[in-house]
């Protein structure tokens, strides 16, 4: 029971890292590679929470507001007029991306620091005592995922988004303001990638390069999923499987590397990974 509990945690904390980036994939047809850094900054959102003696799940609120605003940034300064230019506006995620490590390295320094976790103490879940904290980390990924679903689904914004992924030019042509939609989807993205850090940290340490190891998962599940929530949550199942049956009769180093290995060989079979064909 442990290991099937790994697995899915697993699977769930993977999805909720990627969901963002696959926000902007969707709309925008780029991989943001400021993803990671954006991680990042939820991370020291959530530093700066505990630093201030605040209740911990403040740092969820926090980390968004702080990813929506830099997200809106960047997008309207810098990824605007890049629209037309799609390899130069990937390129300049990444020269995003290096610029916050630097930013927030001059400002915290590098080294590695903890902030407070939202949960504390284990569960037992069918005979076996496990972590509060990772089956939370569960109930998260479904709500982001329905949340998202709904807006997609149940609203006009959903409506005119579906129609800009769907066909950009023929959405333009009645109306639709792509370049709102884009501003809207890359701020999103950017507020959910930031959400995504604060989540993580409790996993692991905060310090300035703390996003670059989720940001290959983040890329990998994105490459299989397409723009499909349904088919994310199926890749984040196998390769969170891959990467814990690894991890655990292996070796942990190896575990890690399993997601981008696993993945490249899925690509190679099946170029439309777990999207529909």
């Known amino acids: 029971m442990g290991l099937l509990l790994d697995i899915v945690t697993t699977a769930a904390i993977l999805y909720v890292v990627a969901l963002g ?3 902007v994939f969707g709309v925008m047809g780029i991989i943001s590679f400021a993803h990671g850094a954006m991680l990042t900054v939820g991370g020291y959102a959530a530093l700066l929470v505990t630093w201030a003696g ?3 799940w403040a740092s ?3 980390a968004a507001l702080a990813g929506l605003l830099a997200g809106a940034a960047m997008e309207r300064t810098v990824l605007r007029p890049l629209y037309r230019r799609p390899l130069d506006a990937i390129l300049a ?11 927030i390295t001059l400002a915290f320094g590098r080294q590695v620091q903890f902030a407070q976790s939202l949960l504390s103490g284990a569960a037992t879940v069918l005979g076996a005592t496990y972590s509060q904290y990772r089956l939370l980390l569960v109930g998260v ?10 807006v997609l689904h149940g609203t006009r914004l ?14 333009q042509s009645l109306g ?8 809207a989807s890359f701020s999103l993205g950017s507020a959910l990638a930031s ?3 604060a989540l993580v940290v409790p996993l692991s340490s905060v310090d300035p390069n703390m996003g670059v190891p989720w940001l290959v998962g983040a890329f990998m599940l994105v490459l299989l999923s397409g723009s499909s929530l349904v088919a994310m949550a199926a890749a984040a199942l196998v390769l969170g499987a891959a990467q814990v049956l690894v991890s655990t009769y292996l070796n942990a180093v190896l575990g890690g590397m399993t997601v981008a290995v696993l993945a490249a060989v899925i690509l190679r079979v099946r170029p439309a990974g777990f999207a529909r064909a």
């Not at 995620?93 to 930013?103: F, N, S």
């Not at 579906?162 to 959405?171: D, F, G, S």
């Open 158 to 171: 959903g409506l005119v988004t579906r129609a800009v992924i769907a066909n950009e030019n023929l959405a």
């Open 54 to 56: 605040w209740n911990p």
């Open 195 to 197: 959400l995504a850090g």
């Open 21 to 23: 980036l696959l926000i």
């Open 141 to 150: 990924a479904v709500l982001l995922a329905g949340g998202i679903a709904l």
């Open 176 to 183: 639709v303001n792509s370049t709102r939609v884009r501003f």
């Open 60 to 62: 969820l609120p926090a």
């Open 93 to 103: 995620t990444w020269g995003l991306g290096i610029v916050i490590g630097q930013v």
